[in-house]
């Protein structure tokens, strides 16, 4: 193919992602000098049409950034009163306790947000600072310089030809180059993960560990509504099959976040993340609280659960990983957007000193140093153990040892040093004929519904005419290897019914309905193979979530 012609634009710093993370570098380069040129790329439509979290924020992050919040009319409008925590059975619950809980695990002072509002408030505070924003805008490759260093990114390419060559109505997009660029993607980012290998990040850690959540949201009868109520459940329906558990968020307008996470180094393939959520809301407790209710939004996304030991290097020649791209969430608390700010803010400190001292296209070592050393290194190591202990004893005795663990680290030490992840995701998936299938009751159409119904609540859209992104290494794997082994997962792990398995005449074959993607990234991480790649579509494609 002949060289592609593109035009590009000099800044100070590219960031890629409008997260809280990108927005955070973004906000903080600005107040830090007004000089500095600053462009933010986000995939999604609008600022937050692509941002799914719980989601409870800890205002750690904000306060940092920006003290006078309140003053400014961010949309932390319903502070947490009430803290809740079941383990379910099938019929029944038990209250746990909040006074042996360790004290991080406390969610007095912290927010139910939607984190679409709160990003798309950042955005208006980073664009009054004088950040150029552009939405619609997907990276989806990056530009090296001559010494093998991060020079920029190619956003902006549209109408590719549906085999993925430039065709006459082809837009070859531009270059963006900055003196760093930060990518601020979120859990399994495409352009990270090319960063990550390139430069060999994530020698000598853990591998990354992740979960997939899926959340509703639900406008409920304003009688059983309780605004500021936050609930979480371990056990029932998931039982030993897989980590994970519920989340139940009463926020304003009598709304409620209804939301189910599976780890995914779960070991039988018959597993249907999915369909565990749609069984969820069948739980006494849960039925009787969404009775008469409706459902106006799903969504779902990977979330990033190595934590501490996970963590790549942070940093390589002219870039830097932020906030959940490098895997910033502490999972026990299930949060990763204060940390994911605090990064941001690191980064862009790091960028400001680097930049007046004239460097460029260097390692920002000051910004690795502030994240493990400071507030986000803090968070994490605290609760490192708690996810290795769950994958190695299961719920029961991972409570127990790793609320010990918490509170002693609380303290300053640790019975257990740090604790290894053992496999990634993908390798943990064992052989079909070793496990069970499980019979999942159909959704009724009223709590609980079938996975391509739900999916339209997800408004996502992708231009048929366009190239599938969702690309496969060999796409003779799926029908020749992962359906005798595995019974082709895909067709289960994805929470929006991408992969199918479509018998013809002439056999099975493999369908990738990439329409239906939610850009969650499960299908990145967890197949067995691993032979499925995530690619950007092109920008403003993918969901267009309202208040997630
Ligand atoms: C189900 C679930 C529940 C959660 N609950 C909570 C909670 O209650 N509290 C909490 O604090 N945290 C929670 N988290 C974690 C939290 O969502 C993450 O820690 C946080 O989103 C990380 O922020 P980020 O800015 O790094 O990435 P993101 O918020 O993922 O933002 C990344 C942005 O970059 C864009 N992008 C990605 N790639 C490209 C590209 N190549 N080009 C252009 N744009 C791109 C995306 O569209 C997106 O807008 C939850 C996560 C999940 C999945």
Redesign the pocket.
């Known amino acids: 193919m002949a060289e592609i012609e593109r035009e590009a634009m000099e800044y100070d710093v590219v960031i ?7 927005l955070s570098a973004a906000i903080r380069l600005k107040q830090l000098d007004a000089d500095l040129n600053v462009v933010v ?4 439509s609008e600022v937050g049409a ?9 205002p750690c992050g904000l306060d940092a950034l920006i003290p006078d919040w309140k003053e400014k009319g961010a949309p932390l409008n319903t502070p947490v009163n009430e803290d809740n925590f079941y383990m379910l059975g099938e019929a029944g619950k038990i209250r746990v306790p909040n006074f042996p809980m360790p004290p991080l695990m406390n969610n007095h002072g912290n927010y139910i947000v939607s ?1 679409g509002n709160v990003c798309r408030w950042m955005a208006e505070q980073a664009e009054e600072l004088g950040v150029e924003i552009f939405p619609g ?3 989806s490759e990056l530009v090296y310089g001559d010494n093998g260093e991060v020079k920029g990114v190619v956003a902006g390419v549209f109408g590719l030809e549906a085999d993925g060559s430039y065709g006459p109505n082809t837009e070859p997009g531009m270059e963006l180059h900055g003196k760093y660029v930060f990518l ?4 399994r ?3 990270s993960k090319e960063v990550i290998a390139k430069y060999d990040l994530s020698a000598g850690k853990e591998v990354q560990k992740y979960g997939v ?1 899926m ?1 509703e949201i639900w406008e409920i009868d304003p009688a059983k509504h309780k605004e500021g109520t936050v609930t979480h459940t371990m056990g029932w329906p998931l039982g030993s099959n897989a980590g994970g558990g519920s989340f139940i968020y009463h926020l304003e307008n009598n709304q409620v976040y209804v ?1 189910f ?1 599976v780890h995914l180094n779960y070991k039988n393939p018959h597993l249907y993340p999915y369909m565990e959520f749609q069984r969820f809301k069948h739980h006494p407790m849960v039925a009787e609280l969404l009775k008469g209710g409706k459902r106006v939004a799903y969504g779902a ?3 990033t659960e190595g934590g501490y030991q996970s963590m790549p290097k942070l940093v390589a020649p002219g870039v830097a990983l ?4 490098a895997g ?2 502490n999972v026990p608390r ?5 940390n ?1 700010m605090l990064s941001g803010k690191a980064a862009a400190e790091a960028a400001f000193d680097a930049i007046k001292a004239e460097r460029s296209r260097d390692e920002l070592t000051a910004y690795e140093t502030d994240v493990r050393d400071g507030a986000i290194g803090k968070d994490l190591k605290k609760v490192r153990n708690v996810k290795p202990m769950w994958s190695k004893w299961g719920l029961m005795p991972s409570l127990a040892l790793g609320g010990l663990d918490m509170w002693t680290n609380t303290l300053g030490f640790s019975l257990f040093g740090t604790l290894g992840h053992g496999k990634n995701d993908a390798d943990s998936t064992e052989e079909a004929s070793k496990h069970k299938p499980i019979d999942y009751p159909k959704p009724d159409g009223t709590l609980s519904f079938d996975r391509l119904t739900n999916v339209s609540f997800a408004m996502t859209n992708h231009e048929e005419s366009q190239p599938c992104h969702l690309h496969l290494a060999d796409p003779e794997i799926p029908v020749k290897v992962n359906m005798p082994k595995f019974d082709e997962p895909a067709q289960r792990y994805c929470p929006a019914g991408v992969y199918e398995i479509v018998e013809d005449e002439d056999g099975p074959r493999f369908v990738i309905n990439f329409q239906n993607c939610v ?1 969650c990234k499960t299908c990145d991480i967890k197949d067995p193979s691993q032979n499925i790649t995530w690619t ?1 579509p092109q920008g403003g494609d993918g969901p267009n979530y309202p208040n997630m």
């Open positions: 890629v992602g409008a997260g809280p993370a990108g790329l986000e995939k999604g692509h941002i799914l979290s719980g989601a409870v924020l800890d984190m805008m997907a990276c601020s993607e979120g859990v980012g495409s352009l959540g959340k939301g996470v996304r990977a979330i932020l906030g959940c791209s910033m969430v299930i949060k990763g957007n204060h994911a850009h950007t």
